[in-house]
């Protein structure tokens, strides 16, 4: 980093529930500022599942930065599908963007070109036409987030998730012409350490295009104490000059629903808080946009911080004060 400012860190309602509706939002946005983090991830699974009046005021209230994220269900296809697939996907991403517009989300992110776990062989000339096809319905999308000031950030996920875009590479290709005009990348360590030879490298080819960063350890579980190299990403992200949110994405084993969609078959830490905790333990201390000389940290201006003390086993993630 070179302007002294540090990464904000982030957390994926997906750690503790799903569908996130405006009745689990407020609670959970209290829990969520009370453990120390400085942003968050809203996903709207259903258009309608999630108010801006409501997300307004619990972001008002703590003070945390969000994130909107997108899940393609089963039948939400940009290619290979009918006029009326396609149409209801376009309708189910504007609610995305209108949604991000609304309570001051300057990205919607995930992996919107298929439905996720759709796999199918392609050879290369396939593969091309499948690209332009995305390239043509997805470019009203596009129009619609660049006049909504929205960035839309397309996430590449693993082999066993999709077939059609599992790295960097195949995403610059397969989004060419719409990057920089509502459309950049989303990237997500998970994959990454499926996929990449090297993340790091990843994350340079990404360079400018790079709107937003997903982290965990390569289990799925809290990041830290795991294989990813971990000095390698920041110091690409240093390099691309990368400011946004390190956001924390991991799913709950308890939601029979979110389990089964994200393969998580057994609990990834003691509690969910602790998963939390210790991940937002790890990022503060390894982040060198948060350690080095002269760096400050994203200020937030809502009443909730986190009490210092260690987070505690039974989930609770210490008491939640107000700042003075």
Known sequence: MTDGTARPIGINTWVWTSPLTDA???????????????????????AGDLTPSVVRDALAETGLAPTVVGAMAPGRDLVGAS???????RRYLLACIDLAAAIGATSVCGPFYTATGRVWRMDDDER????????ENLAPVAEHALAAGVVLGIEPLNRYETS???????ALEALGPLLGRGVGLALDTYHLNIEERSSAEAIRAAGDHLVHLQVCGN??????????DWPGIFA??????????????????????IAVAASIWRPLATSQDRLAGDGLAFLTRADPSRTGPNQTDPSRTGPYRRDPGPVDSS?????IVRAP
């Open 219 to 228: 289990d799925r579980g809290a990041p830290g104490g795991d294989q990813t």
């Open 128 to 135: 091309t036409a499948a690209y332009a096809e995305l390239r």
């Open 315 to 319: 989930g609770g993630g210490g008491p």
């Open 164 to 170: 059609l875009i599992n790295t960097v590479g195949q």
């Open 236 to 257: 690409a992200l240093d390099e691309v000059q990368y400011r946004g949110p390190l956001n924390i994405e991991s799913f709950t084993a308890h939601n029979a629903s």
């Open 83 to 89: 006029d009326g697939a396609v149409r209801e996907t």
């Open 24 to 46: 689990d939002l407020p609670p959970l946005l209290r829990r969520i500022a009370g453990l120390g983090f400085d942003g968050v991830e809203l996903p709207l699974e259903n």
